[in-house]
């Protein structure tokens, strides 16, 4: 199960989503996304973890817990839509 997680403070790492997470079962990978130019957090990641259930419980339990000092965001995460190229401006 794919599961986004947002409202996530800028310092929370890849290693504190896999810690919060592994309490409700194993973890495939978590992942934070990051902007390209300047590598800052952009505030939200995703978590794959392998047991569905686990997920579902994981979601249930975590969706608006704080987490160093933030409410997070966490439910299942959606397909991501294809999106036309970017138009360049110069």
């Given amino acids: 199960m794919n599961i986004y997680v947002g409202n996530l403070p800028y310092e929370v790492t890849e290693e504190d989503l896999k810690q919060l997470f592994s309490e409700y079962g194993t973890i495939a990978k978590a992942i934070i996304i990051n902007d390209r130019e ?50 360049k401006s110069w």
Avoid: H, W, Y
């Fill in 38 to 87: 300047t590598g800052r957090s952009k505030g939200f990641g995703f978590v794959e973890m392998e047991d569905n259930d686990a997920g579902a419980k994981a979601i249930q339990e975590l969706d608006g817990t704080e987490l160093k000092g933030r409410n997070v965001r966490v439910n299942e995460a959606r397909e991501r839509k294809e999106r036309a190229p970017r138009k």
